[in-house]
């Protein structure tokens, strides 16, 4: 079986589900997993990276390509 397949299928037995003990158990267990995969995945920023990010928003401060906290805040608050 695939993994589409797989994922149907379990998504289906998830919908059957009738245990709420058993549903915050699988919630918890997803939330744990997903957490220490990105910390697996997870690779500090080097000096160089740091510096070249420092480099470029001094750059974009300098040249207006950055937008408010205020505006920002209020496009976000469109979204919903």
Known sequence: ????????SFVQEFLRLQNEEIVSGLEKLL??????LI?????????EQYNAEIDQAMEDSKNGR???ATDLKAKIQKWN
Request: charged share 50%; glycine share 0%.
């Open 1 to 8: 079986m695939d993994l589409e397949a797989r994922k149907i």
């Open 31 to 36: 939330r744990k997993r997903k957490a220490e």
């Open 39 to 47: 910390e697996k995945n997870f690779k500090p920023m080097t000096m």
């Open 66 to 68: 950055m937008i408010k």
